[in-house]
């Protein structure tokens, strides 16, 4: 157990941004303009980001590309992170930039860039959609880019999903000759944790702010569970029905409605985390328990 959790937290580390005066680097296209510290670093993510924006414009949530500044933040660890940062009122989404991670797994790199392109590109009828819903549509978009990185994704999304339900994952594992067998709990919900209507009311600043680390891991599963539950066809009926009433966003029982949900419902998220966790997703969960070192997502 002591191993998976070592294995995952590593992953789910946070970072803290480094200023963009430091980032003099810099490579250009007709859409983007990458900043970094080292000029080879700005050309790959170029060559990264022109890669993957047909896939991300591909996705039914996209508009018409709009040119995009990318800061390259070095960080010391395998896997990094991104944001998309915005200006004036967060419920119209207007990205000024994007911060991308720098970290040493490029297949997760490759993830986190699609998912972050697909918030900047969102197209404008999808702006009453919560939070938390178009961070499980991201979420889809850098699965599509990086289908193993997807995996990892899902495992994580599953796991934290049992553990909210309370009830955790059966696993079985052979460490150093011996044999450990129970329910695997990841990332236990702490104090400050929104109720489901909560957070689906949440908007791209609120989010941020539900009582640490844990809980904000848990609301992007929450959404992906909720995008899968739903469905992206249903969900841009609802935000046509939201933005044809003059809505800011989606009433929260409207989706809960959609999700085949209720204000008090807590059973479900069991079989929604399960869902999530295929055989994929096993294989992926074996190796941790395994201690193998760190997942590697393919060639990078």
Request: proline letters at 5%; charged letters at 20%.
């Amino acid at each position: 157990m002591k191993h998976l959790l070592l294995a995952l937290l590593a992953l789910l580390a946070g970072c803290t941004s480094t200023g963009h005066e430091d980032l003099r680097q810099s490579a250009r296209s007709q859409l983007f303009h990458v900043h970094a510290l080292e000029r080879a670093t700005a050309e790959r993510v170029l060559m990264e980001c022109e890669a993957l924006a047909p896939l991300v414009l591909a996705q039914p949530t996209s508009a018409a590309a709009t040119p995009v500044e990318i800061y390259c933040v070095p960080v010391k660890k395998q896997y990094g992170e991104g944001r998309n940062l915005t200006e004036g009122d967060p419920e119209l989404r207007q990205v000024s930039c994007i911060e991308i991670d720098i970290g040493r797994e490029l297949s997760w790199e490759r993830f986190v860039i699609a998912h972050e392109l697909a918030h900047s590109w969102l197209a404008p009828e999808w702006n009453p959609l919560p939070q938390i819903l178009e961070e499980g549509l991201a979420d889809m978009a850098g699965s599509a880019a990086d289908p193993q990185a997807g995996v990892c994704r899902r495992l994580f999304h599953g796991l934290r999903l049992v553990t909210w339900a309370g009830i955790g994952y059966p696993f079985s594992s052979e460490h150093d000759g011996r044999r450990e067998a129970g329910m695997l709990k990841l990332g236990q919900p702490t104090a400050g944790l929104p109720t489901l209507a909560q957070m689906l009311e949440l908007d791209a600043t609120s989010y941020h702010d539900v009582g640490g680390d844990q809980n904000e891991n848990l609301l992007y599963a929450v959404g992906f569970a909720l995008v899968q539950q739903i469905g992206v066809p249903a969900l841009k009926a609802l935000c046509a029905r939201a933005n044809a009433q003059g809505l800011a966003q989606i009433p929260a029982d409207w989706l809960l409605e959609a999700a085949g949900l209720t204000r008090a419902t807590d059973q479900l998220w069991a079989i929604c985390g399960m869902r999530l966790i295929g055989t994929a997703e096993e294989e992926l969960l074996q190796h941790c328990l395994r201690d193998e070192g760190p997942f590697r997502f393919g060639k990078p």
